[in-house]
């Protein structure tokens, strides 16, 4: 169903859904690939679809008997953010996150390899960035490589790592996959709801409150 992008009836705030959720919104701090708050980002809050937000919903709850809560890093991101990516990728000289995102590997191998697109699945409304914390010890558990790390290493299926750090993302991932979401073959962390309400839909309103609201 193809929708005014700009359209916000069909999402939810998350927490009101999954409010043991805990939230990390990297693209509106500094801290990510770029190093700037990122374009539409205007609120630290996740939106989704009511759909996704359903199912996401029953994953927090099968995990949250199991003692671990969801961290969601990034959750809708409008077609502004992604034109913000865009014109990073211009500016060839701007390396300052190099070291922490991705050490060995060339600015421009982001785009040609795909980490990073000139559209992004996230901009429909049913794509989640997410980890998991442990509830005893208050720590994220080890997944081999950090969010928004582009490289081999976060690649789900990457065996460079130790066994437990794989186990930690095959946890997630069937948590996941029981829950009707599907993952993506070159980060870990990412996982698009499986019949998305809004396949030809690329949305573009910002990040906050108010888009509710409308």
């Known amino acids: ?41 205007e609120e630290p809050i996740a939106l989704l679809t009511k759909e996704a937000a359903r199912a996401l919903k029953a994953v927090s709850s099968e995990m949250m008997v199991k003692g671990f809560r969801l961290k969601i890093f990034d959750a809708y991101r409008p ?30 191998a982001l785009f040609s390899n795909g980490y990073i697109a000139r559209r992004s699945s996230h901009s429909r409304g049913s794509t989640v960035d997410l980890t998991l914390l442990d509830m ?11 969010f928004d790390f582009f490289g081999d290493v976060s690649h789900p299926d990457y065996r460079g790592i130790t066994d437990e750090q ?12 029981r829950n009707g979401f599907l993952p993506f073959d070159t980060e870990w962390w990412h996982f698009t709801l499986r019949g998305e309400p809004y396949p030809d839909t690329w949305f573009d309103f910002p990040v906050t409150m108010d888009s509710l609201r409308k």
């Open 79 to 108: 077609e502004t953010a992604v034109r913000h990516f865009m014109l990073w990728g211009i500016e060839d000289e701007d390396v300052r996150m190099k070291p922490y995102f991705y050490p060995d590997m060339e600015k421009q």
């Open 1 to 41: 169903m193809k929708k005014d992008p700009h359209d916000a009836s069909g999402f939810v705030l998350l927490s009101d859904l999954v409010p043991h959720i805990v939230q990390e919104i990297r693209y509106f701090t500094t801290y990510n690939f770029i190093g700037d708050r990122i374009d539409g980002y």
């Open 166 to 177: 794989f186990d930690n993302r095959m946890f997630l991932r069937e948590a996941m996959l």
């Open 136 to 146: 005893t010890t208050g720590k994220e558990l080890d997944m081999g490589s950090p």
